[in-house]
């Protein structure tokens, strides 16, 4: 599929604007994390940087397009995230148009203690409004999956943890998903997240009890 000169450099552009504002935030240390962009829906087409880059620098190398299998629709010596796929699923089975995948302490920290609930319990906070979810007493709960290393394995269990009505999935000790339906959205819930995360963490441990959010 013939993608539009147009279209590649707005996608780069977005995607160069993110993650640099995002990078100094500090949440993509050692050149971890990934981000895309979606360009068409049929057939699906996205941008998503590149594997191994450092996220505080700008350059056109840094993002690759690609297909529904994460396969580079052009001709290209660059590589794609290694957890393509999962940006793929995502696209597949909600309204997102941009995603955003970061490590940090918080993200991890939450997401190791509430692994074996298989779920984070989120209530009685005001930031869960930034997800677009205005209801009184509103109560969320963020899918965690195991950190698989097999990256099929791992693109496949993130695909069935999908919740079209909470935009995010937690991974082991790894870090979060997060999208929206464009960039501003996807970047303001990244940040509600974090802000939840950072917020929880400091709560359980001057309570020493992660039963305070059940």
Request: with cysteine.
């Given at each position: 599929?013939?993608i539009y000169i147009e279209e590649k450099q707005k996608a780069i552009h977005i995607l160069n604007e993110i993650k640099v504002k995002l990078y100094h935030k500090g949440?993509?240390?050692?050149?971890?994390?990934?981000?895309?962009?979606?360009?068409?829906?049929?057939?699906?087409?996205?941008?998503?940087?590149?594997?191994?880059?450092?996220?505080?620098?700008?350059?056109?190398?840094?993002?690759?397009?690609?297909?529904?299998?994460?396969?580079?629709?052009?001709?290209?010596?660059?590589?794609?995230?290694?957890?393509?796929?999962?940006?793929?699923?995502?696209?597949?089975?909600?309204?997102?148009?941009?995603?955003?995948?970061?490590?940090?302490?918080?993200?991890?920290?939450?997401?190791?203690?509430?692994?074996?609930?298989?779920?984070?319990?989120?209530?009685?906070?005001?930031?869960?409004?930034?997800?677009?979810?205005?209801?009184?007493?509103?109560?969320?709960?963020?899918?965690?999956?195991?950190?698989?290393?097999?990256?099929?394995?791992?693109?496949?269990?993130?695909?069935?943890?999908?919740?079209?009505?909470?935009?995010?999935?937690?991974?082991?000790?790894?870090?979060?998903?997060?999208w929206g339906r464009d960039e501003f959205e996807a970047k303001r819930h990244i940040e509600a997240f974090e802000f939840i995360f950072e917020y929880m963490k400091n709560?359980?441990?001057?309570?020493?009890?992660?039963?305070?959010?059940?």
């Amino acid at each position: 599929m013939e993608i539009y000169i147009e279209e590649k450099q707005k996608a780069i552009h977005i995607l160069n604007e993110i993650k640099v504002k995002l990078y100094h935030k500090g949440w993509f240390p050692a050149t971890s994390g990934n981000l895309s962009y979606k360009l068409h829906d049929e057939p699906l087409v996205f941008a998503v940087t590149t594997s191994g880059k450092d996220k505080g620098t700008v350059s056109n190398e840094d993002v690759i397009f690609v297909d529904k299998e994460g396969k580079a629709v052009e001709r290209t010596r660059l590589k794609p995230s290694a957890e393509t796929k999962i940006h793929s699923y995502i696209y597949q089975k909600t309204d997102a148009k941009c995603v955003i995948h970061i490590h940090t302490p918080n993200n991890n920290f939450i997401s190791s203690i509430y692994f074996e609930d298989g779920k984070v319990p989120v209530k009685d906070m005001e930031m869960i409004k930034a997800l677009d979810i205005w209801k009184e007493d509103a109560y969320i709960e963020i899918p965690i999956i195991e950190n698989y290393f097999n990256l099929e394995k791992l693109a496949e269990e993130a695909s069935k943890a999908i919740n079209s009505d909470v935009p995010a999935i937690l991974i082991k000790n790894h870090g979060i998903y997060c999208w929206g339906r464009d960039e501003f959205e996807a970047k303001r819930h990244i940040e509600a997240f974090e802000f939840i995360f950072e917020y929880m963490k400091n709560m359980i441990l001057f309570k020493r009890d992660k039963q305070i959010w059940r």
